[in-house]
């Protein structure tokens, strides 16, 4: 899953309230505008706002949104992508339009959170 803006700080905030056992089966990583979170469905916090994403089934290394189909083979797809982008795995998000590496995702832990938190208050991204 992940979320854009105001949405980003809402499920920042809902991982805040998790169990710390709950939130250590997850894998995190933001930037200035963006929070994403992988794991079990099961274990996911619901988030107004938030998309949700999976691994292409012919390209595991390609993400998509889980509401959207690409109209390119996903190979072709991702050998574009790779090709311009060293780290993989890839998230192709359409709106914002966006190309996020998904290499860096770090185990759910509070102090990822309120590392993410203080980063983001540092650039003024975030309340």
């Known amino acids: 899953m992940l979320a854009w803006g ?3 700080l809402r499920l920042h905030l809902r991982l805040q309230e998790m169990d710390e056992v709950r939130l250590a089966r997850l894998a995190l990583t933001a930037s200035r ?16 706002g938030v998309g949700y994403f999976a691994s292409c089934p012919e390209v595991p290394a390609l993400c998509m949104p889980t509401t959207l ?5 996903a190979d072709l ?4 992508l ?5 780290r993989v795995p890839l998230l192709l ?12 995702l770090l185990p759910g832990s509070p102090a ?7 980063n983001w208050q540092s650039v003024g991204a975030q309340a």
Do not use: C, Q, Y
């Not at 505008?33 to 107004?48: F, H, Q, R, Y």
């Open 112 to 118: 990822l959170l309120a590392r993410i938190h203080a």
């Open 6 to 8: 105001d949405a980003a």
């Open 82 to 86: 790779s090709s311009m982008h060293a």
């Open 33 to 48: 505008d963006v929070l994403i979170v992988t794991g079990a469905v099961d274990d996911l916090p619901w988030s107004e």
């Open 93 to 104: 998000w359409p709106d914002p339009r966006a190309i996020l590496p998904l290499d860096r």
């Open 77 to 80: 797809l991702f050998n574009a």
């Open 69 to 73: 189909a690409a109209d390119v083979p």
